[in-house]
Nanobody
Framework: QVQLVESGGGLVQAGGSLRVSCAAS??????????MAWFRQAPGKEREYVAA????????YYADTVKGRFTISRDNAKNTVYLQMNKMKPEDTAVYYC???????????????WGQGTQVTVSS
């Protein structure tokens, strides 16, 4: 069973930056075989697929709502994936979830491991 633990959420002013992290662990675990992603969900809204990164880190996906402002990265030596959020907007306010899947590809399918989420609030 893979465990994902997010950290780094908090309160930031509009236009500011924040980085959230997700540390992965398991009893027998090879982080580099997992495609990793960030989702977010705001109150009263559907969950949004925000960003994803391939096993090697060579390919990424971004939702149009965050493209050019957010950057996903991973450090396979540290079993950690990051989401750097710049030029933040109040509409970025949400609970951000880390997710993982063993399957190949950046499509929003097959994510079967989830973190507990971290709250990000952007004030106007």
């Amino acid at each position: 069973q893979v465990q994902l633990v997010e950290s780094g959420g908090g309160l930031v002013q509009a236009g500011g930056s924040l980085r959230v992290s997700c540390a992965a662990s398991a009893r027998t675990f090879i982080f580099s075989i997992y495609t990793m992603a960030w989702f977010r969900q705001a109150p009263g809204k559907e969950r949004e697929y925000v960003a994803a990164i391939s096993r090697s880190g060579g390919s990424t996906y971004y939702a149009d709502t965050v493209k050019g402002r957010f950057t996903i990265s991973r450090d396979n030596a540290k079993n950690t994936v990051y989401l750097q959020m710049n030029k933040m907007k109040p509409e970025d306010t949400a609970v951000y979830y880390c997710a993982a899947k063993e399957t190949y590809g950046l499509a929003n399918v097959g994510y079967n491991y989830w973190g507990q989420g971290t709250q990000v609030t952007v004030s106007s």
